[in-house]
């Protein structure tokens, strides 16, 4: 079974503050990582899909980095804002096209 | 969210009860997958469909069984098999040309 794994599992950071999270994937018969957020009582939401070693995104204040022969990907938040607040996960697919999903890193950003 | 509907909200089953949950979907998506959420694990995959009329199972599909008869629906239903039932299902489809899955707003089931 493909293991995703997400750190911290969670993190409390003050209005301001600029903040990343770590997911790490097998490096072998890579095919894509997907990063997601979850607000509380809402559906999980796309932020990020990366394939290329290297690859970089951005989507705001919000920034991923992929290094697919490491196996890690960063998810970086700048200047956090109260609503940041949500679980962060991200996911790999094994063959095919399901998701491994991650724990999750739960951020929580207080005013 | 945005296209995905499933139903009930909330779902209080008795032990020893077959329950269905529902999952609808207005976005001409062909794969379809149901996903499970436990305090402390990550989603968890039941069983996926990549089109209509086939389906394949995931990493934890003991105890459920699912049917696509159409493209807009994927029923879940959770059998008196499955020993654990209490959780928080998500209902998910997956847009090809972004290779982005979107989530429904999900179903809790309590088994009483």
Request: overall charge neutral; glycine content about 8%.
């Amino acid at each position: 079974i493909l293991n995703v794994e997400q750190s911290p599992q969670s993190l409390h950071v003050q209005e301001g503050d600029s903040t990343n999270f770590t997911c790490s994937f097998p490096s072998s018969n890579f095919y894509a990582l997907h990063w997601y957020r979850w607000e509380t009582a809402k559906s999980p939401e796309a932020l990020f899909v990366m394939t290329l070693n290297g690859d970089e995104k951005k989507k705001g204040r919000i920034s991923a980095t992929l290094n697919t022969k490491e196996g890690y990907s960063y998810l970086y938040i700048k200047g956090s804002q109260p609503e940041d607040s949500a679980t962060y996960l991200c996911a790999s697919p094994k063959a095919g096209t399901a998701l491994i999903f991650g724990k999750g890193t739960t951020l929580s950003v207080s005013s | 969210d945005g296209g995905i509907t499933q139903s009930p909200k909330y779902l209080f089953r008795k032990e020893g009860q077959n329950v269905t949950l529902s999952c609808e979907q207005n976005l001409n998506h062909d794969a379809m997958y149901w996903y499970r959420q436990d305090p402390g694990q990550g989603l968890r995959l039941i069983y996926y469909s990549q089109i209509v009329n086939d389906f394949q199972k995931g990493d934890i599909a003991e105890g459920y069984s699912v049917s696509r008869e159409k493209k807009e629906s994927f029923p879940l239903t959770v059998t008196s098999a499955q020993k654990n039932p209490t959780a928080f299902y998500l209902c998910a489809t997956r847009q090809v040309s972004t290779d982005t899955q979107y989530f429904g707003p999900g179903t809790r089931l309590t088994v009483l």
